[in-house]
C-alpha cells in the first residue's frame, strides 16, 4: 500500500506540475500582447524588386573642409593603423569627379579591424537626396580590405523606399593619395527592395 500511495504521489505533483506550468508558459504559435501580425501588402509591400545603383564615393581626409575625420588615433606602432577610427559625411556623386552631380552622403563610420593588413570595419548609411529617392537610405555595413582589387560588403536594412532592403555592394578604388590619404572609391549597390 506504501508503494501505490508513492506513485499516486508522483502522479499528482505531475498533474499540479502541468497545470501551472500551462499558465505560466505560452503554447508555441500564440503571440504576445506586444506582437501582431501583420499583412505585408497593407505596408506596401507589393512586388520586390532589383535594382543597382552605380556611384562615387570620396572621401576627403585633407584640405579646408574634410569628409572623414579622425576621431580616434591608431597606436604609434601599429603599421596597419589598428584602432584608427573615421566619421564620414562623404558625397556620393555619379560620376568620379567631386564637381559631378551629388546624389546622396555616405554617413558613418570606419575602423581599421585588423593587425595583419590594411581592413576596414566599414558602418555607413547611404542617405540619397535626389529624385525619386530622396530621402531614402540603405545601410552597408561589412570588410573593406582597402588594398584588393575589388571588395564586397552588405547591404543590411534601408528606410523609406529601401524598407527592408538587402543586398551588396561591390567596390573599387578609382584613386588614392598615398600623402593626402583621400580617395575615391567606386560603388555597385545591388539593393532588393520593394
Do not use: C
Amino acid at each position: 500500500m506504501a508503494r501505490a500511495f508513492s506513485i499516486s504521489s508522483s502522479y499528482l505533483f505531475f498533474f499540479i506540475f502541468l497545470i501551472f506550468s500551462h499558465a505560466t508558459i505560452p503554447i508555441l504559435g500564440d503571440e504576445y500582447s506586444y506582437v501582431k501580425r501583420v499583412d505585408p501588402k497593407k505596408m506596401g509591400m507589393r512586388k520586390e524588386k532589383l535594382s543597382h545603383f552605380r556611384f562615387y564615393w570620396h572621401d576627403n581626409v585633407s584640405g579646408r573642409n574634410p569628409t572623414s575625420i579622425q576621431v580616434v588615433a591608431p597606436p604609434t606602432n601599429s603599421t596597419t593603423a589598428f584602432g584608427l577610427v573615421n566619421m564620414i559625411d562623404n558625397p556620393l556623386t555619379i560620376g568620379p569627379k567631386l564637381s559631378s552631380k551629388m546624389v546622396g552622403k555616405a554617413q558613418g563610420l570606419y575602423t581599421s579591424a585588423s593587425q595583419e593588413e590594411i581592413g576596414l570595419l566599414m558602418i555607413m548609411n547611404f542617405a540619397f537626396f535626389d529624385g525619386k529617392y530622396n530621402g531614402s537610405t540603405f545601410t552597408v555595413l561589412g570588410r573593406n580590405t582597402v588594398f584588393s582589387k575589388v571588395r564586397e560588403m552588405s547591404v543590411i536594412s534601408g528606410s523609406g523606399l529601401f524598407r527592408f532592403a538587402r543586398g551588396y555592394v561591390e567596390l573599387k578604388t578609382y584613386s588614392a593619395n598615398l600623402t593626402t590619404r583621400d580617395a575615391i572609391v567606386e560603388y555597385n549597390a545591388y539593393v532588393l527592395h520593394y
